[in-house]
């Protein structure tokens, strides 16, 4: 019979074999790599309340871990508690016993019993966690240009962010993430990372004493057999103000003598604005004459795992400026317990559920596409278009068009 619970620090070694196992590109399987996993492992254990490992047991035997997280997620500006899970991995002699089904849905159910109606994850394989209700979030899209490409207006406020400067960081990093929906909250842990890897370079805009925005960013080589060609890989682009961005562009901008390529991850559906040449490096052409700007892929992963509780925490929220009674009908057949209809009375777009009345309209559709369709990540118009979402009246299109619009898609720097 399999048990979940969380792992004790007898366990650690066993995590750490499991771990090395089923992520052998991480460099866990030496002997060097797994030590050093295992005392993270330890410190998290001992030191972060916010984070546990939690472990699938098979007759006591530990067959498959997992490391939750507890999040502080800006949700169309409200600040509500979120679940994550990630280090999700299975004993190689445990494969297709359903071990990662089983802890996924132990994870689903604590948090669910827990109160908490929103979860999130980075997929291994995006089919796999759609099956389980999750839907995509926003789209993440990879520039490699020149620095030269970039506008020039001044640097003057650019100066080095070092260790002493942690809680500026932390502080500029929360206002932004208070003003952009889908960014999860940091502690003085997360700073640490960004600042105590040497190889990492950060400056930022000090404004009046005050830091406005930053940039981090590593050197990697761009030609194999000539050490003077480089690119920027930018880690983390962080800013408050226009006049932050123009000093943090300005400053890459000023890289050109030495640098060949910028290399940038943006949820900025529009960067390729700010660029003279937005081309990527490949010189490929999309038909008929589309130069090729940049990747696009497809990451963080929403789940809604308690529909009416999800619409109670989003009570402060409204959802466009409509007035409308909606039939709501979700399919969750991972989580059957999350499956139902519901009638949501969105009032000036403040939405509550009720318990009688005549709908205006009727919806149905999976949770994996409602996630998806919650968080913002897509418009109702869209699913109704590809068939994933059912409406009884298309004249009431529009307005469920609106009612589920943002301005802006969810966004989030947090790996886990």
Same mark, same amino acid.
């Not at 002997?31 to 295992?38: C, D, M, N, S, V």
């Not at 001992?46 to 800006?74: A, T």
């Not at 000093?247 to 050109?256: G, I, P």
């Not at 991972?334 to 709908?359: I, K, M």
């Given at each position: +019979?399999?048990?979940?619970?969380?792992?004790?620090?007898?366990?650690?070694?066993?995590?750490?074999?499991?771990?090395?196992?089923?992520?052998?590109?991480?460099?866990?399987?030496?002997?060097?790599?797994?030590?050093?996993?295992?005392?993270?492992?330890?410190?998290?254990?001992?030191?972060?309340?916010?984070?546990?490992?939690?472990?699938?047991?098979?007759?006591?035997?530990?067959?498959?871990?997992?490391?939750?997280?507890?999040?502080?997620?800006?949700?169309?500006?409200?600040?509500?508690?979120?679940?994550?899970?990630?280090?999700?991995?299975?004993?190689?002699?445990?494969?297709?016993?359903?071990? %990662?089904? !089983?802890?996924?849905?132990?994870?689903?159910?604590?948090?669910?019993?827990?109160?908490?109606?929103?979860?999130?994850?980075?997929?291994?394989?995006?089919?796999?966690?759609?099956?389980?209700?999750?839907?995509?979030?926003?789209?993440?899209?990879?520039?490699? $240009?020149?620095?030269?490409?970039? &506008?020039?207006?001044?640097?003057?406020?650019?100066?080095?962010?070092?260790?002493?400067?942690?809680?500026?960081?932390?502080?500029?990093?929360?206002?932004?993430?208070?003003?952009?929906?889908? +960014?999860?909250?940091?502690?003085?842990?997360?700073?640490?990372?960004?600042?105590?890897?040497?190889?990492?370079?950060?400056?930022?805009?000090?404004?009046?004493?005050?830091? #406005?925005?930053?940039?981090?960013?590593?050197?990697?080589?761009?030609?194999?057999?000539?050490?003077? $060609?480089?690119?920027?890989?930018?880690?983390?682009?962080?800013?408050?103000?226009?006049? %932050?961005?123009?000093?943090?562009?300005?400053?890459?901008?000023?890289?050109?003598?030495?640098?060949?390529?910028?290399?940038?991850? !943006? %949820?900025?559906?529009?960067?390729?604005?700010?660029?003279?040449?937005?081309?990527?490096? #490949?010189?490929?052409?999309?038909?008929?004459?589309?130069?090729?700007?940049?990747?696009?892929?497809?990451?963080?992963?929403?789940?809604?795992?308690?529909?009416?509780?999800?619409?109670?925490?989003?009570?402060?929220?409204?959802?466009?400026?409509? !007035?409308?009674?909606?039939?709501?009908?979700?399919?969750?057949?991972?989580?059957?317990?999350?499956?139902? !209809?519901?009638?949501?009375?969105?009032?000036?777009?403040?939405?509550?559920?009720?318990?009688?009345?005549?709908?205006?309209?009727?919806?149905?559709?999976?949770?994996?596409? $409602?996630?998806?369709?919650?968080?913002? %990540?897509?418009?109702?118009?869209?699913?109704?278009?590809?068939?994933?979402?059912?409406?009884?009246?298309?004249?009431?299109?529009?307005?469920?068009?609106?009612?589920?619009?943002?301005?802006?898609?969810?966004?989030?720097?947090? &790996? $886990?």
């Amino acid at each position: +019979m399999d048990e979940i619970r969380p792992v004790s620090l007898n366990d650690i070694d066993e995590v750490a074999r499991i771990a090395a196992m089923a992520y052998p590109g991480s460099n866990l399987l030496g002997t060097e790599g797994r030590q050093q996993f295992a005392e993270r492992v330890k410190s998290t254990l001992e030191n972060d309340p916010n984070v546990s490992y939690h472990g699938c047991y098979r007759d006591g035997q530990l067959v498959g871990i997992m490391k939750w997280y507890d999040f502080s997620m800006y949700v169309y500006g409200q600040s509500v508690l979120t679940g994550g899970i990630g280090t999700v991995a299975v004993d190689l002699l445990h494969k297709k016993e359903k071990v %990662a089904k !089983t802890m996924l849905h132990g994870f689903l159910a604590a948090y669910r019993e827990r109160g908490i109606p929103l979860v999130s994850l980075y997929p291994f394989r995006v089919d796999f966690y759609k099956q389980m209700g999750f839907g995509t979030g926003s789209k993440i899209h990879q520039y490699k $240009f020149k620095p030269a490409s970039l &506008p020039y207006t001044g640097k003057d406020q650019i100066v080095y962010v070092t260790k002493e400067d942690k809680e500026q960081v932390l502080a500029c990093y929360q206002r932004v993430a208070r003003q952009t929906h889908g +960014m999860i909250k940091r502690t003085e842990r997360d700073v640490d990372s960004l600042l105590n890897v040497p190889e990492k370079i950060v400056v930022g805009v000090r404004q009046e004493d005050k830091l #406005t925005g930053y940039l981090a960013f590593q050197f990697e080589s761009a030609h194999e057999e000539n050490k003077i $060609f480089n690119n920027i890989v930018a880690k983390e682009l962080v800013y408050e103000s226009r006049e %932050a961005l123009a000093q943090l562009l300005s400053f890459l901008h000023s890289q050109a003598d030495q640098i060949q390529r910028v290399v940038l991850n !943006t %949820a900025d559906e529009d960067f390729h604005l700010l660029l003279s040449d937005p081309g990527n490096g #490949t010189n490929r052409l999309l038909p008929s004459v589309y130069h090729e700007s940049h990747v696009s892929g497809v990451g963080l992963m929403y789940r809604v795992i308690d529909v009416p509780g999800f619409f109670r925490q989003m009570s402060a929220h409204r959802f466009g400026a409509e !007035t409308v009674r909606l039939q709501l009908t979700v399919r969750d057949s991972f989580l059957p317990e999350n499956s139902g !209809t519901w009638l949501v009375q969105f009032t000036d777009g403040h939405a509550r559920v009720v318990e009688e009345g005549q709908a205006d309209a009727a919806v149905q559709l999976d949770i994996s596409d $409602f996630s998806s369709l919650a968080m913002g %990540a897509v418009r109702f118009s869209k699913l109704h278009e590809y068939g994933l979402a059912e409406l009884d009246d298309l004249r009431a299109l529009p307005q469920l068009d609106r009612l589920f619009y943002t301005t802006k898609k969810p966004q989030s720097m947090t &790996p $886990f």
